[in-house]
């Protein structure tokens, strides 16, 4: 699954590669009170987060979904950076042909 970084992990694009385990602690605000899951995700950045994205990781929908009700729009997070699967933003592309058939894998 996927994320994008806040300048606070963003590092001039250094950031985008990186995997990190993200876990729901709690709600932020009075729309759902008890959002969280008891699930953890696993998520790769691989964008830059806009504007009013502050000091936090912007969860993809299938990311939230997986560790809180969606309708609580934001939540308390803790994370842990497990490593980084490429350095920068560029996409990779890899072509592997196995059994006559192509496969691309983007990152």
């Not at 694009?13 to 696993?42: D, W």
């Not at 969860?59 to 009700?69: K, M, N, P, R, V």
Request: hydrophobic share 40%; charged share 15%.
């Amino acid at each position: 699954m996927i994320a994008a970084a806040s300048d606070a992990f963003w590092k001039g694009g250094g950031a985008c590669g990186s995997v990190y385990k993200v876990t729901c602690l709690g709600a932020t605000n009075e729309g759902v009170p008890h959002p969280c899951s008891s699930a953890t995700v696993v998520v790769r950045i691989v964008d830059y987060c806009p504007s009013g994205c502050r000091g936090t990781i912007d969860l993809s929908q299938e990311a939230f979904a997986h560790i809180a009700d969606p309708d609580a729009g934001k939540i308390r997070i803790a994370y842990d950076r497990l490593y980084s699967f490429f350095s920068g933003c560029s996409s990779f592309i890899y072509l592997l042909y196995n059994w006559g058939l192509s496969f691309i894998f983007i990152f």
